[in-house]
């Protein structure tokens, strides 16, 4: 089926209420059913409980990646990216890891992508704290990527104040921008 | 170092063929099944003489689905550890692989969307005459075994000019393979650093520096490769329809067809020769493949981002490549459409393989991610012109300055008419299935 379809009026905001199951239609990646893209992008929100005494550090990670993209600020690009956010909390006595990345390409498509990666920047160490995460990750990437899908909750809604609009969509308007603006100054 | 005496030869080189036939099997007995292949083993070329020398016609090559693998008698746990889209076969995997509407596992010919496809059988051959005096004495041989049933056989040949490689659209074939390390060959510019045998060869480490575990049992998938069979009808004459609808000369038309593929039909790249067809390019494996697309044609005013040739290389627009290579083997079948002709509706096409480690991770990424996805490069709409599933609803952009060319409604050239994933086994697993020995209580 076509996406000419699909809504990308950027003007108009736009949410989308999301079926439990997190998709509308099965359709099948190679990975298992797709989520869909939604005026928020694709995106994904993993939750799952931490090994007990981890917490400082997961923590202390946060302070990793801040370094490594300073270090070169293109080392995420290939998940094509929006945000990130890691959260730890507590129900009870446990507590919780949440992984929300919102970003431009079907995770199913570039899941393998997206573990190499996790590989290169150490993602994983933080993913080797979490219960349940297989301990042959390494060399058994269907093992990895099922313990993604068990451990992801689907949003029931996502809103988008300029929807559909791409990270690349929105560097390319400001760099245009930038452009008009030097334009303008070389015209003075 | 690569075990070249027990990995098959099929992967490894390419013989000087003009044609081929492949026949695909059904074991309706087991014990038939394993004493045929017995009797060929010797006929299997195995790596180590494809070095050197000259192509042996009597090299065959075989290979065996997930049920034919239990047809020969490996036992349910074992089976249970190959891969998973290996265990669901092509026609299980149609909607991910998007072999939809006129392209859907239900019309493939052949019998090889059935489960009863339990082998193939490949033999290439110097010529025609040669095939036929191969296929007699394979026929002579099969008869002693009544209980192997050819489901179907499909025969290949070369298509006229044969000064080069091509298709039935005319596109010059085999212009980019990725080579592997510890065969001494040296890649042309342009195609990269040979690449780690466990890309294509299972047991053996990989672009990571990993050895992922062998399916069981290990004596079948050491020096095995997966393969992803394809037959593609090719749509001749809807193709030449299309090229001169949007080309109003021979010149461009040239042009239309070489922006579908990111190359002249000549095989001249279009990045070293954006304007003008340049068969002295094309010919020369020095230049023919040494560009880049990211520093040498960013935007796509050469090669439009959703070529054939972007999308199945992206090259160095794409991250961890190394994990994405392939090896292609195969050849094209039915009789060539006279230029100026009207299509006649003969079936002709290529029938081809792709040789991989990880079905998975290399062949079906290509199929669903870069043949299909109609975000790739955020183009939007759009798939593959070549090889997408097509149903005349995806576009076609053409960058160009000053305002890019887009082409609506692009018409299918081709229909998937039959696929299946086999496993290549070596030559040592092809005696452990022939004696039976797996099907001995262990």
């Given at each position: 089926m076509s996406n000419a379809s699909a809504p990308n009026d950027w003007t108009k905001p736009a949410a989308m209420a999301i079926p439990k199951e997190g998709y509308f239609t099965v359709e099948q990646g190679r990975y298992g059913p797709t989520y869909p893209r939604t005026p928020a992008c694709y995106g994904f929100t993993i939750i799952a409980k931490i090994k007990p005494g981890t917490e400082a550090d997961i923590r202390a990670y946060g302070k990793r990646i801040e370094d490594t993209i300073a270090a070169s600020?293109?080392?995420?690009?290939?998940?094509?990216?929006h945000y990130l956010r890691w959260v730890l909390f507590d129900i009870g006595q446990e507590t919780y890891f949440m992984y929300q990345g919102i970003f431009d390409t079907d995770f199913d498509k570039y899941t393998e992508d997206a573990i190499q990666l996790f590989k290169a920047t150490g993602v994983d160490t933080v993913f080797e704290k979490?219960?349940?995460?297989?301990?042959?990750w390494k060399t058994n990437a269907p093992a990895f990527i099922k313990f993604v899908r068990e451990h992801q909750c689907p949003s029931f809604l996502e809103y988008g104040e300029y929807p559909f609009v791409s990270a690349a969509e929105i560097k390319k308007a400001l760099a245009l921008k930038q452009a008009f603006s030097s334009m303008l100054d070389h015209m003075q | 170092m690569l075990d070249l005496d027990d990995i098959q030869h099929f992967l490894l080189t390419r013989p000087r063929a003009q044609a081929a036939r492949y026949g695909f099997l059904s074991f309706r007995r087991p014990d038939h099944g394993r004493a045929w292949l017995s009797g060929i083993i010797d006929r299997v070329g195995r790596g180590s003489l494809a070095s050197g020398g000259p192509f042996d016609s009597r090299w065959v090559t075989v290979a065996f689905t997930w049920n034919g693998l239990r047809a020969l008698g490996i036992d349910e746990a074992s089976l249970a550890t190959f891969p998973e889209e290996f265990r669901q076969g092509m026609a299980h995997r149609a909607a991910i692989l998007g072999d939809t509407g006129a392209n859907h596992p239900d019309r493939w010919?052949?019998?090889?969307?059935?489960?009863?496809?339990h082998a193939i059988v490949i033999l290439f051959a110097s010529d025609v005459a040669e095939r036929e005096r191969c296929v007699r004495e394979h026929q002579q041989y099969a008869t002693?075994?009544?209980?192997?049933?050819?489901?179907s056989t499909l025969d290949l040949e070369a298509t006229p000019p044969f000064d080069y490689a091509h298709d039935h659209f005319g596109y010059r074939d085999r212009m980019s393979q990725p080579e592997i390390e510890g065969m001494g060959i040296t890649p042309t510019p342009g195609s990269g650093a040979p690449l780690k045998a466990g890309e294509f060869f299972l047991g053996y480490p990989d672009e990571n520096g990993d050895t992922d575990p062998l399916p069981q049992p290990e004596i079948v998938t050491r020096n095995g490769s997966f393969l992803a069979y394809r037959r593609m009808d090719e749509h001749v004459g809807a193709f030449r329809d299309f090229l001169r609808a949007h080309g109003q000369t021979p010149e461009e038309q040239e042009l239309v067809a070489a922006k579908l593929m990111g190359r002249w039909r000549s095989g001249a790249p279009l990045v070293l020769a954006p304007h003008k067809d340049d068969p002295q390019l094309a010919a020369d494996p020095q230049r023919n493949n040494n560009f880049d697309y990211g520093k040498m044609d960013p935007h796509g005013y050469a090669v439009p981002l959703g070529s054939h040739i972007r999308r199945m290389n992206p090259r160095d627009t794409a991250v961890n490549m190394n994990r994405r290579r392939i090896i292609r083997r195969g050849g094209t079948y039915g009789p060539p459409l006279p230029e100026g002709a009207a299509e006649d509706g003969v079936a002709r096409g290529i029938a081809a393989f792709v040789g991989c480690a990880s079905l998975i991770r290399q062949y079906e990424f290509a199929q669903n991610v870069?043949?299909?996805?109609?975000?790739?490069?955020?183009?939007g709409n759009e798939r593959d012109p070549i090889i997408g599933t097509q149903d005349g609803s995806y576009d076609m952009t053409i960058p160009r300055r000053p305002i890019k060319k887009k082409i609506t409604g692009l018409p299918a050239f081709t229909t998937v008419t039959g696929g299946a994933y086999f496993f290549l086994p070596g030559i040592r697993a092809l005696r452990f299935l022939a004696d039976g020995a797996a099907a001995k209580p262990r």
């Open positions: 600020p293109n080392a995420l690009a290939p998940l094509q990216l979490l219960e349940g995460f297989p301990t042959d | 010919v052949g019998g090889l969307a059935s489960p009863d496809l002693q075994f009544p209980g192997v049933e050819a489901l870069w043949a299909n996805d109609p975000r790739f490069h955020e183009l």
